[in-house]
């Protein structure tokens, strides 16, 4: 049997070493492209299959362009398919090996957000945000300032003190436009007018209300009133929940959105969270009309099952509403 000839083989082995690398970088962009192409028509097994296949390639020489290519691949299938939990693991893999991709820092954000996880949220809408002050604002949207809202919020109850002053720098970063307080009277005369007209004001006039007062908050997310508006007007109990913690967050230093905060609390039959609101109301002297503070303590405590300590609150409260003991 005749044997090859050397000058051969020396060639094939020389091709081989020189194009390796070539033919498993197109490897994995094949793979990658197919991936694609069924999570594009919503194929989402077969794009996981090849998503898996160019992932395995990529991580034994962790290329992290493709990296972050495959699991913002993976996480959108998963996101497709409703799986959302899987799909912000994927997306916070995706931004490890790419950060500069502000639509799954918002993803990923948003998911903490709805679960109250504040310094996760604050994490990832910082990502944002950064994408955000880049653009100088020429681009701005009603969503866009909705998530300097959340960033905000975010900051103020992720627990660090100085969290509050920069939560406020946040805020003023949205405001695009001053809003005039002759804006807002001329939305609150357009309710009053409305409700002439109408037997059941408070629940007929609460979309008017919205479709007035939200273009405001669009203008300038900091005016601390269309908060409180918008806790009153809200239609769905959600939705006042919502705001009234969004207000507490970032004005809690004000007992007029201390009390919004207390009252869903209290609704939601929370109530050792709203004492503690309560109690540090009067521990730092936020408290007007004691009267009314000390009844409303006195009525927390009587369904805490604490009727001595709602008794001696209820003779306080007397006390500040006739000057006698």
């Known amino acids: 049997m005749p044997q090859p000839n050397k000058a051969i083989i020396l060639f094939l082995g020389i091709v081989s070493i020189t194009w390796t690398p070539r033919i498993f970088a197109r490897s994995v962009g ?7 192409s069924f999570k594009a028509v919503k194929r989402c097994e077969e794009a996981q299959f090849y998503y898996s296949k160019a992932e395995v390639k990529s991580l034994q020489t962790q290329d992290k362009t493709y990296l972050a290519r495959i699991y913002k691949g993976m996480g959108d299938c998963y996101d497709i398919t409703g799986k959302i939990l899987f799909a912000k693991e994927f997306y916070v893999k995706s ?9 799954l820092a918002l993803y990923v954000a948003d998911y903490y957000y709805a679960l109250r996880m504040y ?10 945000y950064e994408y955000f002050k880049d653009s100088k604002l020429k681009n701005a949207t009603i969503k866009d300032t909705e998530n ?31 809003v005039e307080d002759i804006e807002i009277e001329h939305c609150y005369d357009s309710i009053d007018r409305a409700a002439l007209k109408k037997p059941d004001p408070y629940e007929k006039n609460k979309n008017e209300a919205y479709d007035c007062f939200y273009p405001l908050l669009q203008k300038n997310p900091g005016e601390k ?27 809690g230093g004000e007992e007029r959105f201390r009390w919004p905060a207390v009252l869903i609390h ?10 503690v609101m309560m109690e540090e109301m009067e521990q730092n002297n936020m408290v007007k009309n004691k009267a009314d503070y000390y009844l409303f303590m006195a009525s927390l ?10 008794e001696q609150l209820e003779k306080k409260a007397w006390k500040e509403d006739t000057g006698n003991d």
């Open 30 to 36: 094949y793979y990658l492209q197919k991936g694609d």
């Open 95 to 103: 931004l490890s090996f790419d950060g500069n991709q502000p639509d």
């Open 119 to 128: 310094p996760q949220s604050a994490r990832f809408f910082s990502v944002y």
């Open 148 to 178: 300097i809202i959340k960033y905000a919020v975010s900051l103020s109850a992720s627990g660090h003190p100085e969290n509050g002053e920069n939560a406020q720098s946040v805020i003023a970063s949205g405001k695009k436009v001053d």
């Open 225 to 251: 009133n269309l908060y409180l508006l918008f806790i009153h007007y809200s239609t769905e109990k959600n939705a006042r929940r919502e705001w009234a913690m969004r207000s507490f967050y970032l004005f």
């Open 266 to 275: 209290y609704t939601l039959e929370e109530y050792e969270r709203a004492l």
């Open 301 to 310: 405590l009587y369904e805490m099952g604490e009727n001595y300590r709602a």
